[in-house]
């Protein structure tokens, strides 16, 4: 699934546990790691050496890259490594589909604080952005990464962006004979008491149930015979990130609304959200364009 990983790096990135949590995903898959980092064109970065004007950004990628090579030869793990310059967000983007990779992996914080290259808001702009699917791992000392995954997390609303990282999902449990756990979130926040909100909240618990029911129609076309099915009610990415820590879920794979999509729940500040706070792994899958 995974033949080629792009893991943009910063200054921290060779003492994280992302790294590490990439090289397995290498091992597992006979990948080879793209080390790649983006010298942000937005910054003032350019100085004089001597009589020479360089670019001290690119200088410094130069010895993160080396510094992250270093980690990944000593892990045994085939890899490239890259420097360019661009906008971090947008050219790791365009980056990942120019050189056509499986997957982009980026930490969402350093155990030591991230510096702000690769800081929340760029991972979301490329959670949001890529039509690559996206691993993010929020990092704190006391969370381990833990591979291969046993238990994996789909949420679902049975949206057109929920489809597509749900085929990924029941394929990445397949190569894993992991348990699949389905969970669809009935956000209803927003409802009164009235006879249209009883209707509306029949109806939202209808759509939950049948988002349900194809994703285990869909797991058995994939072979997947392990599952836990589960309705939640409440903000969909509080639901998520409990349901994480109550039944110790390895990897989150969910939608994002990608470039233009407008599906109603699963959307891009659901993912977000979800990446910012969930104590595993997050894959995002972007729906099919239009």
Do not use: C
């Not at 209707?199 to 759509?207: A, N, V, Y």
């Amino acid at each position: 699934m995974y033949e080629r990983i792009l893991l943009p790096v910063d200054e921290n990135t060779s003492s994280s546990a992302v790294l590490h949590h990439a090289s397995e995903l290498a091992h597992w898959d006979d990948a080879e790691i793209r080390l790649l980092f983006v010298a942000d064109t937005t910054r003032d970065s350019v100085t004089v050496v001597g009589n020479d004007v360089v670019d001290a950004l690119e200088r410094e990628g130069e010895s993160v890259v080396e510094e992250a090579a270093e980690t990944l030869q000593n892990l045994g793990v085939e890899y490239s490594t890259d420097v360019v310059q661009g906008n971090p967000a947008p050219t790791i983007v365009e980056y990942a589909e120019e050189y056509d990779y499986d997957l982009v992996v980026m930490p969402t914080r350093g155990r030591e604080g991230i510096s702000r290259q690769l800081r929340g808001s760029v991972t979301e702009k490329v959670v949001r952005l890529s039509d690559r699917p996206v691993l993010t791992a929020r990092m704190k000392p006391d969370e381990e990464l833990t591979f291969p995954y046993e238990r994996i997390l789909i949420p679902t609303d049975g949206s057109r962006s929920a489809k597509r990282a749900t085929s990924h999902g029941l394929e990445l449990a397949a190569e894993l004979d992991a348990t699949v756990h389905v969970l669809s979130v009935v956000d209803d926040s927003a409802l009164g008491f009235d006879v249209r909100s009883m209707l509306s909240g029949e109806e939202s618990e209808r759509g939950a149930n049948e988002a349900i029911s194809q994703v285990v129609e869909e797991a058995n076309e994939h072979g997947v015979t392990k599952l836990a099915e589960t309705i939640e009610h409440g903000s969909p990415s509080a639901a998520i990130r409990e349901y994480v820590e109550g039944n110790d879920i390895h990897a989150v794979v969910m939608g994002t609304t990608g470039r233009s999509g407008v599906d109603r729940i699963l959307l891009g500040s659901v993912a977000e959200q979800t990446v910012r706070s969930a104590p595993a792994p997050v894959i995002t899958v972007s729906p099919d364009e239009e």
